[in-house]
């Protein structure tokens, strides 16, 4: 697509409950990272996902949080058992593979997470 | 990576251009300076990076120091759809242990009509 596609923009969930976000990276673009933002915050690094690699996933906070990629394409971040500090914007970046051009990343609008 | 230092505001008066410092004493010869901006509830957006040349676009220029320690983003005619978070992050272009940026606090850039 033209541009990095996230879904849903918003979500409100109860606590406990789990969610999953979407992310459909730019096609061609090899790599794709999940950060977030909390209110008033910077991005906090959370996943990193390049090529048939091991994603490095060295920002997750807890076990609650995982991420895929299938078919080296979409993503998916899934939070378990959600908690109110999980509240944030989850925002998904992706990029040409190191050596192909780099221009930068391409950000996503992100995903606005309510945890009540 | 490196760390970075900028201030965390700056003013500029509309139509004039926005000089924003990044402190980076620490970088290392294969780290670009890359710079970012976040404008209110979007995601942040690429706007330029240099490794030791200055650098320009449609959007900007990169300056970066001799000794490539600092470096400063030029805006050369500030508009008010340029009041932004602006992020200054150092890191490897190829390959290395990661490949993921680190964002900082940024520099809010507020334009003043």
């Known amino acids: 697509g033209a541009g990095v596609s996230q879904s849903p923009s918003n979500k409100v969930t109860e606590k406990g409950k789990d969610v999953e976000l979407r992310c459909d990276p730019i096609?061609?673009?090899?790599?794709l990272y999940w950060y977030r933002q909390s209110l008033g915050q910077g991005l906090e690094f959370l996943i990193y996902?390049?090529?048939?690699?091991?994603?490095?996933k060295s920002g997750l906070p807890s076990d609650r949080f995982s991420a895929e990629r299938t078919g080296g394409s979409v993503s998916t971040l899934t939070i378990q058992r959600t908690q109110q500090e999980d509240s944030a914007v989850y925002l998904c970046?992706?990029?040409?593979?190191?050596?192909?051009?780099?221009?930068?990343?391409?950000f996503g609008s992100g995903t606005r997470l309510t945890v009540v | 990576d490196a760390k970075t230092t900028q201030p965390p505001s700056m003013d500029c008066a509309e139509g004039r251009a926005a000089n924003l410092p990044c402190n980076h004493s620490?970088?290392?010869?294969?780290?670009?300076v890359y710079w970012y901006r976040q404008i209110h509830s979007q995601g942040p957006q690429y706007i330029i990076h240099?490794?030791?040349n200055n650098e320009t676009n449609e959007m900007a220029s990169l300056i970066i120091t001799e000794d490539r320690k600092s470096s400063t983003l030029i805006l050369p005619h500030a508009t008010l759809r340029d009041t932004a978070v602006y992020y200054c992050?150092?890191?490897?272009?190829?390959?290395?242990?990661?490949?993921?940026?680190?964002f900082g606090t940024g520099t809010l850039l507020a334009v003043q009509p």
């Open positions: 240099g490794l030791k």
């Open positions: 970046a992706s990029s040409f593979q190191p050596g192909q051009g780099n221009y930068g990343y391409t």
């Open positions: 992050i150092v890191r490897v272009e190829y390959g290395g242990a990661t490949n993921k940026l680190i």
């Open positions: 996902f390049q090529g048939n690699s091991a994603p490095d």
């Open positions: 620490t970088i290392s010869g294969n780290e670009y």
């Open positions: 096609s061609g673009h090899t790599a």
